[in-house]
């Protein structure tokens, strides 16, 4: 049976067509159930034309092959070259023991995953030095380009504290506050920039500003210690600013209805009073008659004299 099946394939691959045999010979076979023989054959046909099709595709599957092949090479070969760039750039950065050697290290090698990590220590240096411009200017390239969310956050937080030391205060208040407000950064480093920016305001006598930023972290919901630590010591300033007033609007008084007069009583009768008499004065009394001496007397006196 497999070997008729083949024969036929290959006829059929070289164009000749087998001889037809009458219908009705196998008429009855056909409508006969198929034999457990025949699942086997099936595969080897399946077997057969891939077999066919392999030797017809041969040569673009080698080729297709090949390609791959070359591919994965030439891939773990530039791996193999960048890692050990990438390692002699490393050991670069790290032996690097001068100001002067780290700046020839970035200017040629700006990309490098180092770069960016010896800025930070190249910044330092120059803060140290008191060359704040120069330590200002990588600062804010690493806050700009470093993906790393702490070294981004502290760097922006280090320009802040440059410019309040060159005495731009306002400025320094302003970056102070924008870092605190970042959600996406690290607790510790929003806790201090909280706490510069509350102590800022504070000498600026914007208390208010100074309470909001004072009250943004407290240290019994602080995830770490050192935002702990920060919280505390803005918990303990924000205790030196008095309490806001808060204005009460006044209360309004409940509208009180004028109580009803009394009923008018009827007036009194009048009684008339009995009409007093007038008193009636005691009759003066007679003056008191003076006593006349006799004219003897007086007689009787001239005469003794």
Same mark, same amino acid.
């Given at each position: ?251 309004? /008084? +409940? &509208?009180? !209805? #004028? @109580?009803?007069?009394? %009923?008018?009583?009827? *007036? =009194? $009768?009048?009684?008339? /009073? +009995? &009409?007093? !008499? #007038? @008193?009636?004065?005691? %009759?003066?009394?007679? *003056? =008191? $008659?003076?006593?006349? /001496? +006799? &004219?003897? !007397?007086? @007689?009787?006196?001239? %005469?003794?004299?």
């Amino acid at each position: 049976m497999k070997r008729a099946k083949k024969i036929q394939k290959l006829q059929k691959i070289q164009g000749i067509t087998p001889e037809k045999k009458p219908a009705g010979e196998n008429a009855n076979k056909d409508n006969m159930p198929a034999p457990a023989g025949d699942l086997t054959d099936n595969i080897s046909e399946n077997f057969d034309k891939f077999e066919l099709w392999f030797i017809a595709n041969g040569k673009k599957i080698f080729a297709f092959c090949i390609v791959i092949l070359v591919a994965v090479a030439a891939f773990y070969s530039v791996k193999y070259v960048m890692e050990k760039n990438r390692k002699e750039v490393s050991a670069k950065f790290a032996n690097a023991d001068s100001p002067e050697k780290l700046q020839a290290l970035l200017k040629n090698n700006s990309g490098a995953p180092e770069a960016l990590s010896a800025a930070f220590a190249l910044a330092a240096d120059y803060t140290a030095k008191k060359e704040y411009d120069k330590a200002i200017e990588l600062y804010t390239k690493i806050s700009q380009e470093c993906k790393d969310e702490f070294l981004a956050k502290k760097s922006a937080l280090n320009v802040a504290y440059l410019n309040e030391m060159k005495g731009d205060k306002n400025s320094a208040t302003l970056l102070f506050a924008r870092v605190a407000d970042e959600l996406k950064g690290p607790e510790g480093v929003r806790a201090e920039a909280a706490y510069a920016a509350g102590r800022l305001y504070f000498n600026a006598k914007n208390m208010a500003s100074a309470r909001k930023y004072l009250s943004l972290f407290q240290a019994s919901s602080a995830m770490s210690s050192d935002a702990g630590q920060w919280a505390a010591m803005s918990r303990a300033l924000l205790n030196r600013i008095p309490a806001a007033k808060v204005a009460m609007a006044p209360v309004a /008084k +409940p &509208a009180v !209805k #004028p @109580a009803a007069k009394p %009923a008018a009583k009827p *007036a =009194a $009768k009048k009684v008339a /009073k +009995p &009409a007093v !008499k #007038p @008193a009636v004065k005691p %009759a003066a009394k007679p *003056a =008191a $008659k003076k006593v006349v /001496k +006799p &004219a003897v !007397k007086k @007689a009787e006196k001239a %005469a003794a004299k």
